[in-house]
């Protein structure tokens, strides 16, 4: 089964409303490209590079993940049965983590 994209978290859409026009284009395929997998290629993908972020947790607990957009910024995302949901997204790597 496909994944399901939220985008609906305030803070990604001030996210992503800031980004550049090249950023956004990048996004926008890595999210096609997320769109089109299951959620065991997406775990195995060395592209995108899906980790635990082991400082941060959910409003509930949940798990909290990082991904790669591309070589210079990456999202954080929570997964919820089959949906991703995009939390923020961060231009600079390190800030992913704090």
Sequence with gaps: MSIILDLNSPVFQKDLF???????????????????MSWEELYKD???RWELIYSKKGKKGENIYSFRINKKFRAIALREANYLRVLSLHTDHDSTYK
Excluded: M, R, V
């Design 18 to 36: 800031s980004l550049s026009k090249e950023q956004a284009f990048s996004l926008l395929n890595t999210l096609k490209k997320i769109s089109k």
């Design 46 to 48: 060395n592209g995108l």
